[in-house]
């Protein structure tokens, strides 16, 4: 092997003049470069963040348009055929949820060490679970400090209100039953435009002195994709895909290419994101009816959710990422902006995944980390549902003057947390999950008809709210990979060092670096520091 290392600080064949400064300070060899003037700093770093522009534009201009044509006084026809490139963007997003979560999932299941798989969803879930936590907590404490439910006549009424969307009560328990039972769907195509349900008869039963009403419970395929069942199949299906060995390569590549041709789709459909969401917000603008009765009547309620939003989004969710890894939590935000413009304009966790994947990725997140974690966090993490329908449960209780003592307090806690994680198997929502909240702690489920008044701008927060902490999940998971690699490698190079100096015999050798020895030590100093990949190609 020939030796290129520099000796007596000199270079060879000629080199030394590239090395040689020159009085401008550029090394020779190379034309003096002219300084970049603000225009161009300008130019380029607008080139670089176009798609985030554009984003931030389609909302604002989305707004404006919005509010101007509301005074037009258009019809419900003419709505729907305003909104027409919105509801394309949403479409073009839900049709490649299914091929984007099942392909991406199999082939990170298929490329981890089931080991190492384990460790990554048991941090995944942990993380998950505390923010979700932190944000029940934050719901309760801002609806206890705003009291949105405090009012000092009446109830608040909505005109043209009724009761016709507020989901069917259901037991706790029966919730919970559909969830594990939409975890195991019987039938894998049917899971991909329906979910199972719950329902219930009323049957009269003849008792001993009066008539009772029992409820008798009954499964019902209902509309809406059981994305909680194809994840916990692809899952499974990916780590039994490496079991095989070399019998699965070949499906597992099949999947390797076909998720990155999805993603190659992903891409097309990022540039006309701006577009369909600027459409979005100003056909739901146009769609708003009594803004100011509706803002007047439930002005506190929604304050409480925004405040709350706020808090865990902009300093919970930044503090927890910057403790950690001692990193800016508001550029890697900023690298974000579009899939969260995109989760405010769509108000789908889902529908907003395919974004966040590209551009979380982006951001330095690694493909395995990044198309394992994101899916089951769309899935199971709900941040923004959680926080919300703590404030809403404390709302309703304060509208009925009911006190709630600290054991119902937990219980929501408790409640909203756990049902959150089942929200995308649930049909209905972060709604229905509200009405099990309710049953927990013996509150009226009428008054869900208030919340769907202004679920419209509620859930959008609560949308950007829920990617947000699947984004910081899948960066601090990034983080913990790379620093248990860099461990990994440090020990390896301690071992083989005291495999270098194992005998002990003789004198105790020199202390040395890659660094030294180019700047022409003897050529017989051991190279037993120099086993990183960069140190060893600069004496080989």
Same mark, same amino acid.
């Not at 839900?94 to 392909?103: A, R």
């Not at 037991?171 to 969830?179: G, H, K, R, Y």
């Not at 979910?195 to 395929?221: D, M, Q």
């Not at 550029?331 to 304009?345: E, N, P, R």
């Given at each position: 092997?020939? &030796?290129?290392?520099?000796?007596?600080?000199?270079?060879?064949?000629?080199?030394?003049?590239?090395?040689?400064?020159?009085? =401008?300070?550029? /090394?020779?060899?190379?034309?003096?470069?002219?300084?970049?003037?603000?225009?161009?700093?300008?130019?380029?770093?607008?080139?670089?963040?176009?798609?985030?522009?554009?984003?931030?534009? $389609?909302?604002?201009?989305?707004?404006? +348009?919005?509010?101007?044509?509301?005074?037009?006084?258009? @019809?419900?026809?003419?709505?729907?055929?305003?909104?027409?490139?919105?509801?394309?963007?949403?479409?073009?997003?839900?049709?490649?949820?299914?091929?984007?979560?099942?392909?991406? #999932?199999?082939?990170?299941?298929?490329?981890?060490?089931?080991?190492?798989?384990?460790?990554?969803?048991?941090?995944?879930?942990?993380?998950?679970?505390?923010?979700?936590?932190?944000?029940?907590?934050?719901?309760?404490? *801002?609806?206890?400090?705003?009291?949105?439910?405090?009012?000092?006549?009446?109830? /608040?009424?909505?005109?043209?209100?009724?009761?016709?969307?507020?989901?069917?009560?259901?037991?706790?328990?029966? @919730?919970?039953?559909?969830?594990?039972?939409?975890?195991?769907?019987?039938?894998?195509?049917?899971?991909?435009?329906?979910?199972?349900?719950?329902?219930?008869?009323?049957?009269?039963? =003849?008792?001993?002195?009066?008539?009772?009403?029992?409820?008798? /419970?009954?499964?019902?395929?209902?509309?809406?994709?059981?994305? #909680?069942? #194809?994840?916990?199949?692809?899952?499974?299906?990916?780590?039994?895909?490496?079991?095989?060995?070399?019998?699965? &390569?070949?499906?597992?590549?099949?999947?390797?290419?076909?998720?990155?041709?999805? *993603?190659?789709?992903?891409?097309?459909?990022?540039?006309?994101?701006?577009?369909?969401?600027?459409?979005?917000?100003?056909?739901?603008?146009?769609?708003?009816?009594?803004?100011?009765?509706? !803002?007047?009547?439930?002005?506190?309620?929604?304050?409480?959710?925004?405040?709350?939003?706020?808090?865990?989004?902009?300093?919970?969710?930044?503090?927890?990422?910057?403790?950690?890894?001692?990193? =800016?939590?508001?550029?890697?935000? #900023?690298?974000?902006?579009?899939?969260?413009?995109?989760?405010?304009?769509?108000?789908?966790? @889902?529908?907003?995944?395919?974004?966040?994947?590209?551009?979380?990725?982006?951001?330095?997140?690694?493909?395995?980390?990044?198309?394992?974690?994101?899916?089951?966090?769309?899935?199971?993490?709900?941040?923004?549902?959680?926080?919300?329908?703590?404030?809403?449960?404390?709302?309703?209780?304060?509208?009925?003057?009911?006190?709630?003592? !600290?054991?119902?307090?937990?219980?929501?806690?408790?409640?909203?947390?756990? @049902?959150?994680?089942?929200?995308?198997?649930?049909?209905?929502?972060?709604?229905?999950?509200?009405?099990?909240?309710?049953?927990?702690?013996?509150?009226?489920?009428?008054? +869900?008809?208030?919340?769907?008044?202004?679920?419209?701008?509620?859930?959008?927060?609560?949308?950007?709210?829920?990617?947000?902490?699947?984004?910081? $999940?899948?960066?601090?998971?990034?983080?913990?990979?790379?620093?248990?690699?860099?461990?990994?490698?440090?020990?390896?190079?301690?071992?083989?060092?005291?495999?270098?100096?194992?005998?002990?015999? $003789?004198?105790?050798?020199?202390? =040395?670096?890659?660094?030294?020895?180019?700047? $022409?030590?003897?050529?017989?100093? /051991?190279?037993?520091?120099?086993?990183?990949?960069?140190?060893?190609?600069?004496?080989?």
């Amino acid at each position: 092997m020939a &030796e290129i290392a520099i000796e007596d600080g000199k270079a060879s064949n000629g080199d030394a003049h590239l090395q040689e400064p020159l009085a =401008n300070g550029q /090394p020779g060899g190379q034309p003096s470069k002219a300084p970049e003037t603000t225009g161009e700093k300008l130019k380029r770093i607008a080139l670089a963040n176009l798609l985030v522009i554009l984003t931030v534009a $389609g909302v604002i201009i989305g707004v404006l +348009i919005g509010l101007g044509v509301r005074s037009a006084g258009l @019809s419900k026809i003419q709505i729907i055929y305003f909104g027409f490139p919105g509801e394309l963007l949403i479409r073009l997003l839900k049709m490649i949820i299914i091929p984007l979560v099942v392909c991406s #999932l199999v082939s990170g299941a298929a490329s981890i060490d089931p080991k190492a798989l384990g460790k990554l969803g048991g941090w995944a879930m942990l993380f998950f679970l505390v923010t979700t936590l932190i944000a029940s907590t934050i719901g309760v404490i *801002m609806a206890f400090l705003i009291k949105p439910g405090v009012v000092a006549g009446d109830k /608040p009424f909505i005109a043209g209100l009724d009761e016709g969307g507020v989901p069917q009560a259901k037991e706790v328990i029966d @919730s919970f039953l559909d969830l594990i039972r939409n975890i195991f769907p019987s039938n894998l195509v049917a899971a991909a435009f329906q979910s199972y349900a719950t329902h219930y008869n009323l049957k009269e039963v =003849n008792g001993t002195f009066n008539l009772t009403v029992a409820k008798i /419970p009954y499964g019902k395929e209902v509309d809406g994709m059981n994305i #909680l069942g #194809l994840v916990v199949f692809a899952i499974v299906f990916g780590i039994a895909l490496r079991k095989l060995g070399e019998e699965g &390569e070949i499906l597992i590549k099949f999947f390797n290419s076909f998720n990155e041709a999805t *993603m190659v789709l992903v891409s097309w459909i990022m540039w006309y994101a701006p577009l369909g969401i600027m459409f979005l917000v100003a056909e739901k603008i146009v769609e708003m009816e009594d803004v100011g009765v509706l !803002f007047a009547s439930l002005g506190k309620y929604i304050a409480a959710c925004m405040v709350g939003h706020f808090v865990h989004g902009m300093l919970v969710l930044p503090a927890i990422y910057f403790i950690i890894t001692r990193k =800016n939590p508001y550029s890697f935000l #900023l690298g974000i902006v579009t899939a969260l413009a995109t989760a405010f304009g769509t108000s789908s966790s @889902s529908a907003t995944l395919p974004l966040m994947m590209r551009c979380v990725e982006d951001q330095g997140v690694s493909k395995h980390i990044s198309r394992f974690i994101l899916p089951i966090g769309a899935t199971v993490n709900m941040d923004g549902a959680a926080c919300f329908q703590c404030v809403a449960a404390v709302f309703i209780a304060q509208l009925n003057n009911v006190s709630l003592n !600290f054991i119902q307090v937990i219980t929501i806690l408790v409640t909203a947390t756990a @049902s959150s994680v089942g929200a995308a198997g649930i049909p209905a929502g972060g709604v229905l999950t509200l009405a099990i909240i309710l049953e927990a702690v013996s509150l009226p489920t009428n008054d +869900i008809s208030l919340i769907l008044a202004v679920d419209w701008l509620v859930d959008r927060t609560c949308t950007v709210l829920n990617v947000e902490g699947d984004a910081f $999940g899948a960066a601090l998971l990034q983080f913990f990979v790379d620093r248990t690699a860099a461990k990994e490698d440090q020990t390896g190079q301690l071992t083989e060092v005291r495999l270098d100096d194992g005998d002990g015999d $003789g004198p105790a050798k020199p202390e =040395n670096s890659p660094l030294i020895e180019k700047r $022409g030590l003897p050529a017989d100093t /051991p190279p037993a520091y120099a086993t990183n990949t960069h140190d060893m190609e600069s004496v080989m």
